[in-house]
């Protein structure tokens, strides 16, 4: 089992999936989806598919921008 945790700063769940060349934890992956999903429709999701993992990361880090940072407040 990978001991690499989710991109998104301050989340230390698992890998669940990858996301270009870094990886997503369960949560942060199923919004990535229907981030994408609202994005394109369809023809994003045969896009990106087609796209090898160094092509993902752009979007990948467009995506990333809308996330808000999990970390608490002190």
């Known amino acids: 089992m990978s ?3 989710c991109l998104i700063e301050g989340c230390t769940q698992p890998m669940y999936a ?3 060349t870094r990886a997503l934890c369960k949560e942060h992956f199923l919004h990535f ?3 994408r999903r609202k ?5 994003l999701f045969q896009k990106y ?4 993992m160094n092509e993902r990361n752009p979007m990948v880090d467009e995506w990333a921008q809308t996330v808000p940072s999990t970390i608490a407040p002190e």
């Open 18 to 20: 990858p996301a270009g």
């Open 33 to 35: 989806v229907t981030w």
């Open 49 to 52: 598919s087609a796209m090898t």
């Open 3 to 5: 001991d690499q945790t």
């Open 39 to 43: 994005k394109g429709g369809t023809a």
